[in-house]
């Protein structure tokens, strides 16, 4: 089953998605999600340039053969450019093999380890009053997990809270980097205080995540994990930049709220150290980032041994073609923990067709053959690519911070 073509689409229904589409001497095609977001052309540059013709030809059964192929053959492994490339290829080999056996994804995987798939929400509010409303609409929408932020006194604007009511946040808000300002010690003190008042509320069996953003040092991130450990968080997210695996080690050794990492890291060699210590109780290195479903897949078995569960990123930057590959990889995964979900709009979601559902807070998987998600390439060519970037976050006294 030679591979004949591959095209690399660029889009933006509202924002940017970079998608690889293989198609094989059958006509069966396959396709995979390339987005880095904020870095979207050089991925898109990195596929057109380096891969593709290397592809075209190429037996697309043979997907541990390709990944090898190159990850080995780039020489310069690893990094999120030459991960998320091999990511997309990865995800549409799969497809493209999946559809072939006329299988829904899960089924090649290993079958069904569970019903549905747990996923958590956003929640955001300027204060902690216009949180708790989101809190209720989401309970009301079915969620069993909430991921809760919320605006800081004396802070003007923090990343990961929508900027109006009811609205969600965009992780790519301006054409350059928006600059935020930030204040640890102001957010220290008013954590503590937004989890309490979620938990008053709304009682002890809702499902609490939050996530810091790689702000804090690790001896702050072990004094936020104690703080909130009466409110039994179901995960602290980024709590400390993670390049510097051992640093998890202080935070573990002084609370038991579970921590969760991994959205910025690409293989297995960046979280092995953690996992290996169980200084982290979730991994959360998506499908797309992490090298596709062959990687993921390593790094998943990996955590099984140490009780690290998977907990896959989900923002609105990875496209349907990752969030639908995911929910496969999810429902056999059998160290599954929860999935991410920021609710792509309508745009995007006519632009990619799919056939995953949400129900009562749950995903529940597709039954079409491959991971079940398509691109509608005429739609996708009216909306083409408009640069936008993340934002940066500096200090009061304007030093360059984390974010
Ligand atoms: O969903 C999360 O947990 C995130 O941290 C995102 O909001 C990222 O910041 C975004 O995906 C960057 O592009
Ligand atoms: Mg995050």
């Not at 997907?63 to 192929?69: A, G, K, L, R, V």
């Not at 991960?83 to 299988?103: Q, T």
């Not at 041994?305 to 349907?320: E, I, K, Q």
Request: proline share 5%.
């Amino acid at each position: 089953m030679k591979i004949i073509d591959a095209r690399v689409i660029v889009t933006s229904p509202g924002r940017n998605f970079v998608t690889l589409k293989l198609i094989t001497e059958s006509g069966t095609y396959g396709i995979g999600d390339a987005t880095l977001n904020g870095r979207e052309m050089a991925v898109a540059a990195y596929l057109e340039e380096h891969v593709v013709p290397a592809l075209i030809g190429r037996d697309a059964s043979r997907i541990e053969d390709t990944w090898q192929y190159l990850y080995r053959g780039a020489y310069w492994r690893r990094g999120p450019v030459t991960m998320s490339a091999i990511g997309a290829v990865d995800m549409a080999l799969w497809d493209i093999k999946a559809k072939a056996a006329n299988m829904p994804l899960y089924q090649l995987l290993g079958g069904k380890s569970r019903e549905r798939v747990m996923t958590y929400a956003h929640c955001t509010g300027k204060d902690i009053d216009s949180c708790l409303e989101e809190v209720a609409r989401h309970v009301e929408l079915g969620y069993k997990a909430v991921r809760v932020q919320a605006g800081v006194p004396g802070i003007e604007t923090i990343y990961g809270v929508a900027k109006r009511e009811g609205e969600r946040y965009e992780p790519a808000d301006a054409e350059l980097p928006a600059e935020h300002v930030w204040s640890t010690e102001k957010y220290l003190n008013h954590v503590p205080q937004l989890f309490a008042a979620v938990r008053e509320r709304f009682g002890h069996e809702l499902h609490l995540l939050h996530d810091v953003h790689h702000r804090l040092t690790p001896i702050e991130a072990a004094r936020l994990g104690k703080a909130v450990e009466p409110y039994h968080l179901f995960w602290l997210e980024d709590c400390v930049p993670a390049e510097n695996q051992e640093s998890l080690r202080l935070i573990r050794e002084h609370t038991t709220t579970p921590l969760a990492i991994g959205e910025v890291f690409n293989s297995i060699h960046d979280c092995r150290e953690m996992i290996q210590n169980q200084w982290i109780d979730y991994i959360r290195t998506p499908l797309t980032h992490g090298g596709g479903i062959t990687h993921v897949r390593r790094i998943a078995d990996l955590a099984s041994l140490y009780h690290v569960r998977t907990g896959f990123h989900g923002p609105t930057d990875l496209s349907p073609v990752c969030l639908g590959a995911a929910i496969h990889f999810d429902t056999w995964v059998p160290n599954f923990g929860i999935q991410e979900h920021m609710p792509h709009d309508e745009l995007t979601d006519s632009v990619f067709p799919h056939d995953y559902r949400f129900e009562d807070g749950h995903f529940l998987v597709g039954e079409t053959p491959g991971h079940g998600v398509d691109i509608d390439e005429e739609a996708a060519a009216r909306h083409p690519f408009k640069r936008a970037s993340l934002p940066v976050n500096r200090l009061e006294d304007g030093t360059l911070w984390h974010w």
